[in-house]
């Protein structure tokens, strides 16, 4: 099961990050990929600490579980404040 799903949170991680980049734009998107990556941390610290550790991957299962949350809150700060935000600049008229 360790193995198994650190493969599987790699394969979210790698597809995520590319989607994110491309989608940086869309809002209700980055929203989405938000919430869906907080579930796969909240499986990743669950699967870490439940499951019986594989040793050649247990240091990289907790570093790609942190790194997930790293990208889940660039996650929501895009899709809830928005890259391109105009709310800050002043119109001169």
């Known amino acids: 099961m360790f193995t198994t799903m650190f493969w599987i949170l ?3 991680f790698v597809v995520n990050v590319i989607w994110m980049w491309f989608v940086m734009d869309n809002s209700n998107l980055e929203k989405t990929f938000a919430w869906i990556n907080v579930a796969a941390i909240v499986i990743g610290f669950w699967v870490y600490f439940a499951a019986t550790k594989t040793a050649g991957i247990d240091t ?7 790194v997930n949350i790293v990208v889940a809150v660039v996650q929501f700060y895009i899709g809830y404040h928005g890259v ?3 709310s800050h600049t002043t119109h001169q008229a």
Do not use: D, E, H, R
Not at 60 to 66: D, H, Q, R, S
């Open 84 to 86: 391109n935000s105009s």
């Open 60 to 66: 990289w299962f907790n570093v790609l579980n942190y």
């Open 10 to 12: 790699a394969v979210w």
